[in-house]
């Protein structure tokens, strides 16, 4: 068999088993949600830990260290949060819920890195078990409405910014936006003109109130026609802005892989006189031991 | 019948000691014989503990699969079958132990198997004058058998020798009220499960040895601590006392194992350090079940102990393939395993994938069990968030290791034809493709007797459906893969 051959098997191998873990992994989720089972949805989730594995093994990554502790970092957290959403209650767990998708959110932000497209994986993956537990969470506790609005928000906020933002998709979706909002737009100003017409015939009073209500509105709706120019000023700020923190985190991550280095290559040197001051223990104990034994034998002859 | 010595040990060992005989003349009837000896004390399975049936269930599975591979391993690796006798040994043991009734008989066998296992570590020593096994062997003995032999003595002085060989291990009226008496019995136990501070001499020990030997140092006998510690759960002690230092010592060495074992580049090192981390967790679930009481993390416990043991077993197997067939330990020098034999990576894979949580395996079950356990009682102390974000962090690192240690099969290399040694070092890979599919094989074993008499493990019903159609998807996948290779070889 050549090279290329074995490449061929082992890459159908990995294939076979990504696809056999994704379909468990929705099964035990959909059926979780379906029977109401954490368990099944925690099943779920720790599936998704070993699809993770089967990516980065595909891809052959963990070269730098960097990469290592950005994963590590994520994965960490994220199983974290997982299980204290699950026990934190009313506000806590909205907190918890909030911070952990901006975390996601900063973290999926760290364009034209190697790890970028893993990282967007491990996040499509996670996240979707997170929106599993969410919902499961609020049928079964009860949130209020304004929590569960909330997390509905956040969570399409976050699937639209980690699915669309270097996609068309997102464009249309602001397309389709101001498109809907000028109908919406023209036809109100339409109903509101046909109203104060049909009000300027009966009542001649009514006239000064209903121009000026339309006028209003029409303004209104004027604005609302041009809400995209400043959404995606808003929209460039953010990015802006979360390359700049992404930076940060780039800088973090450097500051944190030295520290470690510097504190495995003390805790070797500790290691190492460990080793020696244990033995040196050791061989004093038993000396001491000895002596006593030789005192309490001469003391009780 | 079944209690009584002659069937419990001298029947194994005559068997084992025939086998080794016929295994100069007649491979196949010795190693009939081995495997039969293995798998006579199987009549202890049931046994009312859930540990200790999984334990010795665990141990006779993996003498079987390894009594096949030593036989081809030191063919290739010595080129005699020198190896293969103490090999059985330290198995039988290791098993011994863990079928002990009664004190006195624990600590015999213990004995003889930290002996056999020095005797192991300095093989290529006494094969090959190779002074850097010496040196690890005498670490091994000073920090490992020393401290252990201390605790043992000291239980049995505290036992008293009537008791020590009347009384059933669990029923012993040992009172452990000194809390220095405690701290001792604890460190020597840390000492034989390699966790800080007695837990230096692992790395050096288990990266030396012949690979069988590592399989079984480091998926079996680093369980004897693990053992001790669920034993002494049993005995009065200061319970305070005994959970605290074991979160400490146990949460220290899971956070260092896993950090120095994503750091190492050796493979052999990298599986040593990760099993200081992996036993160290398994402490830790036995210090939280003496905290709490809660029978979860017992079971949780149990379960990891299982599918580590399977899991670091078949991955020591690999290494010693890796070796036979690259004469290589490096992995930045490596990465071509694959191209030789994919039925080995695949076996490697399986493995790694099932400790880290492949439903149906073991691993996949301990994990669910592990997390439940902490999160049911998170609730009611801070301990409980530290252990989730320790096993958090520790997860991920996990990932990150055998993601590491698999670029050593996988990583784009071409192979060093010159340098490759295949040869009968190809016989190997169907014993680690054994072992790997042994993890799944069971979750299957314990779901049908949780549905027919075990009362324990009550989460596995609330799995039930999950665990039914991932079992039977995964006999498809295997189905699947099986005929993808099969056909690649053909072509």
Known sequence: MSINEHDKVMYSIINYMKMYLVAVALFATTMGLLVRSYVAIEAGFKISIVVLFTIAVERMIYTHRVEI??????????????????????????????????VFLIMNEKNGRKINTLLDIVSLNIMLYYIATSLFLVTRDSLTVLETLTIIVITTLFVVKTYCIKSKAFYKVHELSRYLIRTLGTNIDKIFNTLSEKLLKN???????????????????????????????????????????????????????????????????????????????????????LISMIFYILLHI | MIDSIVMRFVVPMTLMLIGNLFMARRIIYGSILRILSFLSLSINLWREDLFNSMLVATSIVIGVVLALYT?????????????????DLLLLSILFTFISRNLIELVTFWLLGELLGFLLIAYDYIYKGDTISMAAAIKYLLFSMVPTDISLFILLAITGLTEAFTTPLKSLSLFITDPIVLILILFGFFAKAAIFPLHFWLPDAHSVAPSPASAILSGLMVKMGIYALYMLSFYSIDRALFSSIVLFSGLLTTLYGAMQASLQRDIKRLLAYSTTSETSIIAVLIALYVMSGDILFIEASTLYTVAHAIYKVSMFMDSGFIELVAHERDIRRLGYIYRISPTESLATLLSIMAVLGMPPSIGFLAKVFMFSAISHNITYSWIYVVVLVIAAVKVSLSIVYNIIYFKAHMDRREPMMTRLGLGDALQLQKYTLMISISSFIFTFTIYILNCMRYTELMLLRKLSYLLIISMTMFVALIYMLYNLIRHNIRS
């Open chain 1, 203 to 289: 009542k001649q009073k009514t006239e000064a109130i209903s121009r000026r209500l339309s006028n209003s509105v029409t303004k209104v709706l004027q604005n609302l026609a041009h809400i995209d120019i400043p959404f995606i000023i808003i929209e460039l700020k953010t990015i802006e802005y979360m390359m700049t923190i992404s930076k940060k985190f780039l800088e973090f991550e450097k500051y944190i892989e030295n520290l470690l280095i510097k504190i495995f290559s003390a805790l070797e040197r500790i290691q190492h006189s460990m080793e020696h001051s244990f033995l040196f223990f050791v061989f004093l104990m038993s000396i001491l031991i």
């Open chain 1, 69 to 102: 502790v950005s994963t590590v970092s994520i994965v960490s957290i994220a199983i974290t949060a997982f299980y204290f959403i699950q026990h934190a209650k009313d506000f806590i767990g909205l907190v918890a819920y909030v911070m952990l998708s901006i």
């Open chain 2, 71 to 87: 036989t081809s391993y030191s063919r290739s690796k010595y080129g005699t079958l020198t190896l293969v006798p103490i090999i």
